[in-house]
């Protein structure tokens, strides 16, 4: 690394951070005037909003943002130095256009390291309080809606209630079904199962046992109430409101391993999560890249025009993800296949940008 990359990683990173504290700090209080009437219902002092609820906003704002200020960083840093002339004096001097892009992709990597370990681990923690708070005083209280439902909790065993109510943690019509591959093999029924939250286990009222041994071979039980154990908690009829954003990258491997294992329908929203934090870091690289690519050379709209042209190609961008992750969600694509989508677009944008785009 020589003077000249330290020069264009010493602004290119300043002006980053620059832009990330001024453009989040606005959105904060745009969302400030919008909640307000919140806060104010509940009564909430300003110590508790700053530091309760806009400490961990503010970082997943800067991360949601990322693509829009690493444009706005490069764009700014490199338009500058063709305004005067620097880029010349350094094309002119030897230095090749592609020596002249390691350094941001150097300052890129970084900001994709940074980038990486807030959504892997730093961010879901902040997340859990920003969520609570959320539920707590912005959103209306959670009652549980489903209906008819069927979860696995083992092997061979699955679980099914008609309703469940989460404000007391009650189950109605519960049963409890042991299989083996399809063929039925033990029942047992309850008209109400509810959670003890002393003890951390499960209350049954009276049930009905059917075990059957063949086809004509079938026996009945009745059993009186009594407390029982099962892989099933009360979170797991708990609002999911964020959830993929409270959870580590440890926690969040674990949940989607739960989540197949119980053959649960929504599992594509996590992987598509867990896959989009690897894809996120590259494409900030990348973005970076078409942004130095963009900006090289002078231009007759002035520093503000590649700056807006930059707003616009980073906004592109988040579009993509939305409409990929959107995608994936609902099943159409592959959740590995959605979360590098964008990236692979704007990466042969980026090479066409290379090769075409007078250097």
Known sequence: MNILDKYIIKKFLAAFFFSVVILVTVICVIDFT??????????????????????YLFPYFANLLSPITIFIAVVFVTAQLAARTEIVAILASGVSFRRLMLPYAMGGAVVG????????????IGNKSRVAFERAYIKLPYRFQGRNVHI?????????????????????????ETVDSTVLRRRLTA???????????????????????????????????????????????????KLAETLTLPELNAYIRTKIERGADDTQLYLSEKYER??????????????????????????GGQIALGFVLAFVFIIFVMLSRNLAQVGSLSPLVAAWIPSTIFSVIGLALYRFVPK
């Open 34 to 55: 919008e909640k307000n009437d919140d806060f104010i219902q509940h009564n909430l002092p300003m110590s508790k909003i700053i530091f309760g609820y806009y400490i």
């Open 113 to 124: 390291l940074m980038i990486f370990g807030l959504i892997g681990w730093v961010l879901p």
């Open 152 to 176: 696995k909790i083992g092997p061979r065993s699955y679980v099914y209630m008609e309703s469940y109510d989460n404000t007391s943690n009650i189950g109605f019509h519960f049963a409890l």
């Open 191 to 241: 008209d109400a199962i509810n959670w003890d939250s002393t003890k951390h286990v499960w209350h049954l009222s009276p049930q009905l046992i059917r075990t059957f041994k063949g086809a004509q071979d079938e026996t009945l039980k009745s059993v009186p109430a009594r407390d029982t154990t099962l892989n099933l908690f009360p979170k797991d009829f708990a609002s999911t409101y």
């Open 278 to 303: 690897y894809a996120y870091p590259f494409s900030i690289v990348i973005l970076t890249l078409i942004g130095v690519t963009l900006s090289a050379r002078k231009s007759r709209a002035g520093v």
